[in-house]
């Protein structure tokens, strides 16, 4: 881990020493209601990273934008010094920055193992006119059922993957979205809420996993709520708030932040509001 | 009796039945592996039909050419229903698909149009370059109860061959990469762009293939009878989706069966509800209302089907694709 992630001080917006991902200006309207206005932010190459902010904050609103699951209104976003805005989102993953999605999408009447396949790149199998032409594309189906089963094991779903990916259970289901992600080896893993809904036995081992994809050099930006969590794995975090990056810095010195208090609890979380008094008394 | 039994089996390999068959394959593709909602494959069959028999009757055009500008035709239509559609939800699909279908079915047949399309008479003796192909000797062919000439025998032998090799080629098509991504999109297609595939370009592809096997079924459907327009009702599509349910929507095989045991049964129903009118068995009944009656009876055997066996006779329960 290098010892200095932000250039200068961990305030709003500011520079990271290097940047995978850079957005500027990124700005959604639903109506009147802005869900995002993003000034400026540096996602740091190589670490985990953690988007916190309470409901309704414009996560994952910001996640679809950057991935291309939805337009801006306004903005601009580099990926590895490439220009995103407009691109569509399967050339983003093609780029290599995948992303997973807060509701489970395992294709539910595929198997597993074929969830897995799906993820590869550059099969050529995939065109229509070389599909009927098995040579064309047999080694590359051994090599990719090579390396799926192989994360199917580290991912301990390696005894599943005949079956249906509808029989498994929601945790097994996050964790093949998870390893069918990297089947397309990505650089840039976007996970939307990897821990909800989850056992705590297995956000354990979600949490290696996790901490194994930055250690293969990949870099990993997630949304997630639980704040123990993020402080176990996260080496930077970021709290949006209204649509708006409020605060930044080192897990621990985040937490202090008075705005990170504040959109968690509201500003007047310690002011008696008369409830207890009113309970009380009856 | 012989005769009624005879005439339900001679409809497990009529042409009509291969060209239901084949109509029913497409839409396999498109709804059971791919998820697309296609309410026009009747649209689909018009185009075969009517661009082969157009090309031979008004632009003099032989066999193959023929062929060549129903292919032409159907890709284009596909396009025009795809392009506007598919990037919308499924349910889009659906409504453009049925509302072009019933427009090509007004249109040919306005008698403003009847040079070319015939109106609303339709076409015929446009097959003459079909059955010059035929080797098999000119001459009665009996067996059992049937009797066929050597054009009859060439109709089926050459509708059964297209059909038995457009279900190899899905079959191949299904179980390649390519189908596993087309799958992949009906399962949930955010995911499937997720990984990096152009869903929008699968799709269109799906399209394409799934119409050009309508189109196919539509030239088997008219080459040995006539071109008529309003065969190309919604009705035509609605029995095509009977025979898909029947069958099994996310089957190959199913299509097939589907549809022979659709057409038999209509015929052995209607046969002897007609016979029994005749000799007096059924009395409730005039022989007008035969023909209705057979549709109620397999109206209500697929209500049946979809309530006991939703999965198709030939379907795999756990890939049940209507609970979705």
């Known amino acids: ?282 | 009796m012989d005769l009624i039994l005879g005439n339900a089996i001679s409809w497990l390999f009529q042409p009509i039945t291969a060209a239901y068959a084949l109509a029913a394959i497409g839409i396999a593709l498109h709804f059971g592996f791919t998820g697309l909602l296609n309410f026009g494959q009747a649209v689909f069959m018009a185009v075969g039909a009517y661009g082969f028999s157009i090309s031979v009757k008004f632009f003099g055009l032989g066999f193959w050419p023929a062929v060549g500008v129903a292919v032409i035709a159907s890709i284009a239509m596909a396009f025009l229903l795809g392009i506007p559609t598919l990037r919308l939800r499924s349910d889009y699909l659906a409504i453009v698909t049925i509302a072009a279908a019933e427009v090509f079915r007004f249109i040919v047949s306005t008698t403003s149009a009847q040079p070319v399309t015939g109106g609303p008479q339709g076409l015929n003796q446009y097959s003459d370059g079909f059955y010059a192909m035929n080797p098999i000797p000119v001459g009665h062919y009996k067996f059992w109860v049937w009797d066929f000439n050597q054009d009859d025998l060439f109709a089926i032998a050459v509708s059964w061959v297209v059909v038995v090799f457009f279900a190899i080629l899905l079959a191949i098509l299904i179980r390649s990469p390519w189908g596993r991504v087309i799958k992949g999109i009906r399962e949930d297609e955010d995911a499937v762009r997720s990984l990096g595939k152009n869903v929008y370009s699968y799709k269109m592809q799906s399209l394409v293939v799934g119409g050009l096997m309508g189109t196919f079924a539509g030239i088997l459907f008219v080459l040995p009878t006539s071109v008529q327009p309003g065969n190309y009702g919604t009705t035509l599509t609605f029995y095509i989706w009977t025979i898909l349910l029947l069958g099994g929507a996310s089957t190959v095989i199913g299509s097939i069966v589907g549809a022979m045991i659709f057409w038999s049964l209509l015929s052995l129903t209607g046969d002897l509800l007609s016979t029994g009118v005749d000799n007096g068995t059924i009395t409730f009944l005039t022989q007008n209302q035969v023909g209705a009656i057979r549709f109620i009876l397999v109206g209500v055997a697929l209500m049946l089907l979809v309530i006991f066996r939703p999965q198709g006779i030939f379907g795999n329960k756990k890939e049940l694709y209507f609970n979705a």
């Open chain 1, 1 to 282: 881990m290098p010892s200095q992630i932000a250039i200068g001080a961990a305030v709003p917006g500011c520079a990271k020493v290097d940047p995978i991902l850079i957005a500027d200006n990124v700005r959604r309207q639903f109506g009147g209601n802005v869900a995002v206005d993003v000034e400026h932010v540096e996602i740091p190459r190589g670490l985990i990273t953690a988007l916190i902010g309470p409901n309704g904050a414009g996560k994952t609103t910001f996640f679809n934008l950057l991935t291309g699951f939805d337009q801006p209104n306004s903005g601009d976003w580099t990926f590895d010094g490439v220009k995103l805005a407009g691109v569509p989102a399967f050339k983003v993953a093609r780029m290599g920055m995948v992303r997973t999605f807060q509701l489970t999408k395992s294709l539910n009447m595929i198997t597993v193992m074929e969830n897995m396949r799906l993820g590869a790149q550059r099969q050529p199998g995939e065109s229509l006119l070389r599909a009927l032409i098995k040579p064309l594309w047999k080694r590359n189906e051994e090599e990719i059922t090579a390396r799926a089963a192989e994360l199917l094991t580290r991912f301990k779903l390696d005894t599943k993957s005949d079956d249906f990916a509808a029989s498994l259970s929601g945790g097994q289901r996050k964790l093949l979205e998870m390893a069918r992600a990297l089947m397309t080896q990505p650089r840039l893993v976007m996970l939307d809420e990897p821990m909800a809904g989850v056992n705590p036995a297995l956000t354990q081992s979600l949490l290696e996993h996790i901490r194994g994809l930055k250690n293969e050099g990949m870099t990993v930006l997630f949304v997630e709520h639980d704040m123990h969590m993020v402080r176990n794995i996260s080496d930077w975090v970021i709290v949006m708030a209204e649509g708006k990056i409020v605060a930044e810095g080192p897990p621990n010195e985040v937490m202090k932040n008075p705005a990170v208090i504040d959109a968690y609890l509201g500003a007047h979380h310690d002011t008696d509001l008369g409830t207890d008094k009113q309970a009380k008394g009856n």
